[in-house]
T-cell receptor
Framework: DSGVTQTPKHLITATGQRVTLRCSPR?????VYWYQQSLDQGLQFLIH???????AKGNILERFSAQQFPDLHSELNLSSLELGDSALYFC???????????FGEGSRLTVL | GEDVEQSLFLSVREGDSSVINCTYT??????LYWYKQEPGAGLQLLTY?????DMKQDQRLTVLLNKKDKHLSLRIADTQTGDSAIYFC???????????FGGGTRLMVKP
């Protein structure tokens, strides 16, 4: 158990819909990262938050947004969903020591 | 092109050594990592190495870094069936930066 909690574990929805994925980092970790894992694109970095502020953006679509709240949990919002958004979405947190990331078990999103 | 590359698949027999290779393109990569992903699970950090090191050993795991060739390898001694998983190589420029992952190498261990 990495200490990072993600909900929901599985989510099935239709094209055009909007979903919110939630992440609770390990106790004391201020950094939260979101990654998307798909068969054709591998693990793609989406966005990084540190103590409530956005620190870096990767290959995140404009239809996607994220935020980190004062209690340090983070949410990833995916809107106008397309079939190609089906993937495993991972959240990771970091104590900023050597950059090691601790990953949650992921949220598997299926868009039908 | 990809920043971090790995071969897709490796098959070994139980008890043999496994060597998983990775190449990266960015010479400013400072930290290099190996993560393991078992089916249905998240990524688990196995080990990491700083770019000023050549080798790091941790029980059955040995990491070798050739900075000149930008080549990283992970050797697993006495490979067990429980080592079957996908292994990801990753790099970052400094602590707290995002990690760039390779495509992963699927290791299959045959009994």
């Amino acid at each position: 158990d990495s200490g990072v909690t993600q909900t929901p574990k599985h989510l099935i929805t239709a094209t055009g819909q909007r979903v919110t994925l939630r992440c609770s980092p390990r106790s004391g970790d201020l950094s939260v990262y979101w990654y998307q894992q798909s068969l054709d694109q591998g693990l793609q970095f989406l966005i990084h938050y540190y103590n409530g502020e956005e620190r870096a953006k990767g290959n995140i679509l404009e239809r996607f947004s994220a935020q980190q709240f004062p209690d340090l949990h983070s949410e990833l919002n995916l809107s106008s969903l397309e079939l190609g958004d089906s993937a495993l979405y991972f959240c990771a947190s970091s104590p900023l020591r050597a950059g090691e990331l601790f990953f949650g078990e992921g949220s598997r999103l299926t868009v039908l | 092109g990809e920043d971090v590359e790995q071969s897709l698949f490796l098959s070994v027999r139980e008890g043999d050594s496994s060597v998983i290779n990775c190449t990266y393109t960015d010479s400013s990569s400072t930290y290099l990592y190996w993560y393991k992903q078992e089916p249905g699970a998240g990524l688990q950090l196995l080990t990491y190495i700083f770019s000023n090191m050549d080798m790091k050993q941790d029980q059955r795991l040995t990491v070798l870094l050739n900075k000149k060739d930008k080549h990283l390898s992970l050797r697993i001694a006495d490979t067990q069936t429980g080592d079957s998983a996908i292994y990801f190589c990753a790099e970052s420029k400094e602590p707290g930066n995002m990690l760039t992952f390779g495509g992963g190498t699927r290791l299959m261990v045959k009994p």
